[in-house]
């Protein structure tokens, strides 16, 4: 990241790649849009019952709804610029072709995890619906924030998945053509 | 198996995956959803996730840590971190390893009005590593002063932990800040005499650099007073009865927007730009805090860390005896667990134990002084391989540089806060004079 | 801990930090009491400030789903759930903590048997009235609340201190404490109960509390519920003792603990030396008149799901009038 992640896609990625990356980058950017959205908010908020005219109503729960939506969204770009954290001191001296495989297992490990996620949480979708739960102030709908949850643990799954398979087959599911 | 010895294997297992390089959130996912599954059930697991991700996430206080990290983006791509740095830079950046000694300067000032470690660490090695390296600095040393010098985020108030502390021994908020304050600028003086020493042992990894002159130093310190606006409206807007310090955070971001588009460095693309780096920065940890949530539900589970608090509570040693065990568990347990969790676990047994010990000292003094030790061995817990969220954050920024440079360079800063700790330990006077100078 | 392993154990959890009174003086108590009942058969671990992950919200669906076996909840957390059983949340509903759960138990009783499916109930109760706590000067009137900035506990709380003039806002508890010591708010609406958790007594000075007679400001309401698969997977004998550890005697006994507690919060504010005043009955009478709407507007959502909104309502009067 001491390059911007906007610049990582280059001509020398495969048509894939650069889609998914296209969605990926959509997707954070909303998210950073619903964060940038929610400091406003509370700007204003602040502003507004400094000036004597009233906080806004429920700012918190707004803020809160919005941290989960964009903890969702943010994810499947992490996961397609290799993000999440490992800890290489002990592999460092293996060979790198051995450390690109056990890299790899472990992304279609991610891939299955953030499948699964999915999956409860689109149960969870239902059920929340079901239920109608609102919050306490806004009266806000809940389940409309499993909908980002669902697409982004989703769209990992798919990341996390192309990007492990295409270690194996390189042909088939060309992801960097480096 | 009884719960005990399955927490144990759980510890154990964590271990071998992260050895084995699997990433941190993965990990602890896999070890948590094991012993959930041991410990509860598989029924109980799926009803959980359910729904755990949108309740984890759906939280204030967790929303300040993509503001923080907003907010630090915004300062870097406007220019705003850089002159924080360069300020400090043209004061002490002569001295032998003075870049590293101006990057934790940074890092003191910036977590002056940050309340997150993760983003301290993570806006100010934008800003000053690149710098440091440019200049001859080694990994080991830049990595290990950002590092350290973004757990000032924390350490120096406003600070996230303390709050939680502070809910769960039911004391005065606004006093333990007050109480932070003098153990946070030693922790500042301590990292700076580390890297001190670090450079006369090993001089080629921290190099000097060019003397500023007064005109230099003078128009330096003119550049940061963006920083002085943000840094009295979000402290005054505190401290003055404006907004709390999690509106802070929101504040912060707005004002660093409207300020970083006067000082010229944000356009519409850089405010772009710094939207996706907040996403793959929050991602990362939100994941990392999501696997630990696992993990810490199954290790509460097995009731292991209740029960090893509870051997101390019970056992008949001498006070200071129980303490340093205390302090001892944190730290071992600092290695593996992120800092919130490992509050939240033990705090509520720890708590009783220590102060139904007699060190001397009025009830509030003597919470306020335990507050202060468990939040600075805590925190010592980012900055201890193999689990320190801010050794990781610096490595997912410095791709280039290995993480066994990374944990080396950690060495000199841990040794300076066992030195911190012992004195705070040892004078508990300095954890809370403060208070009982203004406050009572 | 394992020598003598429990035929059953029950995992109980609950939102409040372990120091809290309500740990060491009920959950501690109660579960010792239910394992002493059954000769050590039944263990009952407590996982206090939400160990078992999750939010405050989510407690009533993991007892339901078995992420745990007990649990202690507000029904206000999830709006429009538990309508029956948030009614004694509505301004002026509280009479004290013990009688009002007497109340609310019977109502339950009578109204919300279908409220709690999937769950058996332990015991409701509430807390006793809110207070008003204040920084800069005592509320004895309505003239007192224009303008004031509250913090206000729930919504229909907000709605009826917003109708008597007062500006509200809705902090977190952990930003109410700041907005208190800082002065972003003046006050706060909450029983004597939470004081000392939250060191109210150091960061206000005066307390305003409704005079003896009349109803309390607000109340919230809390259940005590169990998973029911769990209840019924276990031997008669357990359940006897369950039974007889739980229902309306179990609500009452909550009931006075909570008169307790609040005694123990107000001793608290007076040893602080603060000022502790009594707003008139007829200045209380006129703030439930002007509170009139929110309890019509709760009428109707009750009719709205299918309850007899204003039959519910007549009886809950009835039972707090009572006696
Ligand atoms: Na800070
Ligand atoms: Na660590």
Redesign the interface.
Known sequence: MSEPIVHQTGESNSLLYRLLHAVCISSAAIGGLVIFGAAFVVTYSVLS?TLGF??V??E?ELVELACAASASLFLPLCQLTKGHVMVDVFTSKLPGAINTTVDAVWTLFFALGWAYLAWRLSVGLEEIHG????T??L?APVWWVYVPAVFGTGLSAIVAALMGLSVFMPRLIPMEAK | M?PFTLALLLVVGLFILIFLRVPIALAMALVGVFGYIQL??L??LK??LS??WV??F????LSVVPLFILMGHLATNSGISASIFNAARAWIGHLRGGLAMAAVAGCALFGSISGSSLATASTMTRVAMPEMRKHGFSGALSSGSLAAGGTLGILIPPSVVL?IY?????????KLFLAATVPGILAVVGFIIAISIYVRLFPEEGPTSERSNMKERLLALADIWHVMVIFVVVLGG??????????GAAVGVVLTLVLGTIKGGLTPKTILNSLIDTAGSTAMIFAIVFGA??F??AL??S?MPM?VAQYFATSDIAPMVVLLGIVAFYLVMGCLMDSLSMI??TV??F??TVMALDFGMTFEQQAMWFGIISLVVVEMGLITPPVGMNLFVISAMAKDIPMTQIFRGTIPFIMAEFIRIAILIAFPVLSYWLVDLVAN | ??LNAAEVTL?LHHFL???APMQKQFFEVWSAELSEATNGAVEV?I???M?????P??LA??VR???CDIAWTLP??????FPIAETMSNPFMVTNAEKSSVAMHTLMDEFGQGEYRGIKPLAFHTHDGGKLHTRNAPVLSKADLQGL?LRAP??ST?DMLTALGA?????????M???L????IDGCCLPYEVV????LQ??TSYTAAPAPASRGLYSNTFAFIMNEAKYEGMSDDIRAAVDAASGMQLSQRLGAQFDVFEAGGKAAVEAQGNTIVEIPAEEIASWQEEAAPVHEAWIEKLNGMGHDGAAVMARANELLDAG
């Open positions: 019952s009233g906080a109503r429920g918190f239920y109608g739960d609102k306490m102030l009266r | 009884d509860s059930s029924a109980g009803a959980y729904t755990a309740d984890k759906m939280s204030y206080d709050i502070a809910l769960l021994t039911e004391q005065n908020i606004v505190i401290y003055g009865g404006f907004f709390t310090p999690a509106q949530d696992l810490n539900v509460a589970l009731r029960e939240l676990l509520p047994v708590f009783p | 801990s394992n995992r930090p372990p120091v671990q996982f206090p400030a160990q078992l992950g999750g939010k919200p989510q669906d993991q789903q078995g992420i206000v957390y999830t709006p429009d759930r900035k729930n919504q907000g500006e509200v806002v809705f902090f977190p508890v952990t930003d404490v700041v907005g010591s800082n002065g972003v000392p958790a939250f060191k150091e960061l």
